[in-house]
């Protein structure tokens, strides 16, 4: 095992992480195999190792990892960062909660549960696998072909034998497809792109702008840069296309400098049948996912973790599985509402007017959405006499 130290320069910060970036070609052991090291493979390997297991991780991209993402982490996908020893105060910028802004029409709600945070990707995984490294993982960058069969994890170096492979390699997921787990139940495509900008952020909320068909997010993630990321379904429409049809927003982000290149990625709605076999388990983006509008698709995966936990401790992964529909459920049913405004241009009008005249009924989804409350609370809850469908008409007028 050849061993060496990455000089890493995020954030400005020189720092030194120590990573392996050759694995010899002698055979590894490991009681789990994660194959992918993004959010998903490195908290579940960080809570593995937390209750006592030992573990592998295998990525083929090194650090600093990037992804086209929101880059929002919600207040509960905070405190399970927490739970696993990963404190992210002081990094990229706090959220306060989330608003709504349309053509006529905008509405915001607080976070009911704390802050949330913006946080640039390569600065979480900076995060995830330092903590990661000092819980006595190990971690293998740049590791090519990874092939698996049940038992083993082969790679152009070399090979690991386990007693689990846990597939947390992203939406296009190998071992999904090597593990015979490709059965979809459902699956929509949208596509997403972002960018960074050097300005200081002018809202502590994640701003959704909704456009005819697509959606854009500014994330504020530090004090002088913001994220902006597109999602839609129309492959060819690209940010700055997009920003020009949102005036309010292409006035406020005139003449700041773009600090990344324009990154995309699929933003897929998937379900699985199945998430887990003989000798396989699949976790994060690899297990099914849900429309990056939700804002949910790393808190899934940090959720999923703490279930897989569970499940090896009571020797049944039939809890996982369990786990796993539950975890998803709610994000799905939001993205299915929020994908229908996305769908009827009239309806997401009067929706949003109906939110802005009544903007506690926009709170209550965002309480429901970040687990504050649950779905069955929000009708008990809503002040008697609201008729949402007229305060929409009326307002859209
Ligand atoms: C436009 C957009 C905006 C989003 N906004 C948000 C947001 O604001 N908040 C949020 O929580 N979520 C958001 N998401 C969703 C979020 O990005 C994903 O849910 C999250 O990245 C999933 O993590 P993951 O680790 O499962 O997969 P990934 O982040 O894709 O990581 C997979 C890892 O596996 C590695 N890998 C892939 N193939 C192989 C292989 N064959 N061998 C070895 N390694 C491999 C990759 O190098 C990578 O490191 C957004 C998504 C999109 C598209």
């Given at each position: 095992m050849c061993a060496t130290s990455l000089i890493s320069h995020f954030s400005g910060v020189k720092k030194e992480i120590h990573v392996i970036l050759h694995a010899s070609k002698e055979s590894l052991k490991s009681e789990i195999c994660i194959v992918g090291g993004g959010p998903a493979g490195l908290t579940a390997a960080l809570a593995l190792a937390q209750s006592g297991r030992q573990v592998t991780v295998v990525d083929c991209a090194r650090p600093p990892i990037d992804k086209a993402c929101g880059e929002g982490l919600l207040p509960d996908s905070l405190a399970a960062l927490n739970k696993l020893g990963v404190t992210l105060s002081g990094l990229g910028s706090e959220l306060k909660g989330i608003r709504f802004i349309g053509a006529q029409s905008q509405v915001s709600s607080d976070f009911p549960n704390g802050l949330g945070r913006g946080l640039r990707r390569v600065l979480l995984h900076e995060q995830l696998a330092a903590r990661a490294e000092q819980m006595g993982v190990r971690l293998l960058w740049g590791v090519k072909n990874v092939q698996t069969e049940r038992g083993c994890v082969r790679f152009s170096d070399g090979h690991i034998e386990t007693r689990l492979i846990v597939g947390?390699?992203?939406?296009?997921s190998s071992v999904r497809k090597q593990a015979g787990l490709?059965?979809?139940k459902s699956e929509k495509r949208r596509y997403g792109f972002r960018r960074h900008y050097r300005i200081a952020p002018w809202s502590r909320h994640v701003e959704v702008y909704w456009g005819s068909g697509f959606q854009i997010y500014v994330t504020p993630v530090s004090d002088t840069q913001v994220g902006v990321a597109l999602l839609s379904r129309?492959?060819?429409?690209?940010l700055d296309a997009a920003v020009s049809r949102i005036p309010t927003l292409a006035k406020k982000l005139a003449g700041a400098d773009p600090l990344t290149p324009e990154m995309g990625s699929l933003s897929v709605s998937r379900t699985l049948r199945?998430?887990?076999?003989d000798g396989y388990v699949l976790l994060g983006d690899s297990s099914g996912s849900v429309d990056?509008?939700?804002?949910?698709g790393m808190c899934l995966a940090f959720r999923q973790s703490a279930a897989l936990v569970d499940a090896l401790n009571a020797d049944d992964m039939r809890l996982y599985q369990q786990a796993h529909r539950k975890i998803a459920a709610k994000p799905l049913r939001m993205a299915a509402l929020l994908l229908v405004l996305d769908a009827h241009q009239m309806l997401q009008r009067q929706a949003l007017a109906a939110l802005a005249a009544y903007p506690r009924i926009f709170s209550l989804l965002l309480a429901v959405h970040v687990g504050h409350?649950?779905?069955?609370r929000v009708s008990g809850v809503l002040e008697p006499g609201i008729d949402v469908a007229a305060a929409g008409k009326f307002q859209a007028k």
């Open positions: 947390a390699d992203g939406q296009k490709e059965h979809f129309d492959p060819h429409l690209r199945r998430v887990s076999c990056a509008i939700t804002g949910e409350i649950r779905w069955g």
